[in-house]
């Protein structure tokens, strides 16, 4: 069970892993986008909820979110012994027998009525307006995230293991998600004179800050991606950052393997970027909330060896701070040793570690056998 499918994200490269590991699965989604995945995924058999038929929703699904519980109790999975919900949303809600094992891959409780509501609802009209169904979206999340429908979650860090017990008063396993560490490789050359971004461009991925941090510093930038804010950014950048748009992932690996360092101002739930950049032998300078703290080793660290340096505070000045640390430090940094670190988080071992997890769920399950 997923929330939709209208696109190649994170989410939705945990989901290309478990259709590989259960390839005779089905698949039910509220949304459905042909040809917005990948092969593993879109191979399954796709079963949707009324919601994906009403015209033009591929583009405005989110505009919808009141119908979602709605539309994912509308589901009735019978018959099935294991029910794995990978959530961000309304998915870990389905309707499924009593006697099926309920794992959910919880990528985070609901950002839009927890921690980040304030992201998406930016003015106090809007706060004050949406108020009940933030309520009544609360209360739908917290009743169906009780064992009696979820018997076991499974989170991808160690920052939405806290949230899942903040929120929902429930343990849960950590399984970091699936990276493709073999794509990228440190380059034998050594890195070139600049810094690399690679951005969203929304605003909690804080590429303001960059800009501000590198005005009048004598460094350059690159900043690769693209997303609602970029042209606002890009008119207002000092010359020494470039924007790059969108880039293959072939050029990516490159910039990944030649910038002297990744920056990383936002903070996320786990980080796939600051893996694929450590997996090319490069440091991170990040700021040092979610998930960065599984993924990156900063420097002073009792583990050794650093594979970054983090800020406390996002700030242009803790950042250029930041950066001034990691160049007086930078022999401190192996690129082979950052790239071995980072393999922990290949796609090898999400397999081994969610099936594991969920052998673990299957052997303290309370629920009679079928």
Known sequence: MHDWLTGFRGGEKVLAELAKLYPEADLYTLVYVPGSTCEAIERLPIHVSP????????????????????????????????????????????????????????????????DQSHHYLRSRALQIATAPLVSALRRFDLR??????????????????????????????????????????PDPRGPDDFYLAVAGFVPYKREDL?????????????????????????????????????????????????????????????GIIAVEAQAAGRPVIAFGRGGVRDTVRPLGAAAAPATGVFFDEQSPGCIRAAIRHFEENAGSFDPNAISAWAQRFGVASFRENFARAVESARTHATKPAR
């Not at 009403?54 to 989110?62: A, E, L, S, T, V």
């Not at 169906?144 to 008063?169: G, N, W």
Request: aromatic content about 10%; some cysteine.
């Open 210 to 270: 960059l800009v501000d941090a590198f005005r009048g510093l004598d460094r350059r930038l690159r900043i690769a991606g693209d997303g609602p804010l970029r042209r606002r950014l890009e008119a207002k950048a000092p010359p020494n950052v470039e924007f790059l748009g969108r880039v293959s992932d072939t050029e990516l690996a490159s910039l990944y393997a030649r910038c002297r360092a990744l920056l990383y101002p936002q903070e996320e739930d786990f």
């Open 51 to 114: 919601l994906s038929r009403i015209p033009g929703i591929r583009h405005h699904y989110r505009a919808w979110l009141p119908l979602f519980p709605l539309a994912i109790r509308s589901f009735r999975l019978e018959g099935y012994d294991l029910i794995v919900s990978v959530s961000h949303a309304v998915a870990k809600a389905v309707p499924h027998d009593a006697g099926a094992l309920h794992v959910s891959y919880c990528l985070t409780p609901m950002r839009y009525v927890w």
């Open 144 to 185: 169906y995230s009780r064992p009696e429908q979820v018997d076991c979650f499974l989170a991808p860090s160690s920052a939405v293991a806290e949230r899942i017990e903040e929120h929902y008063s429930r343990s849960s396993q950590r399984v970091f998600p699936p990276v493709a560490t073999g794509a990228f490789a």
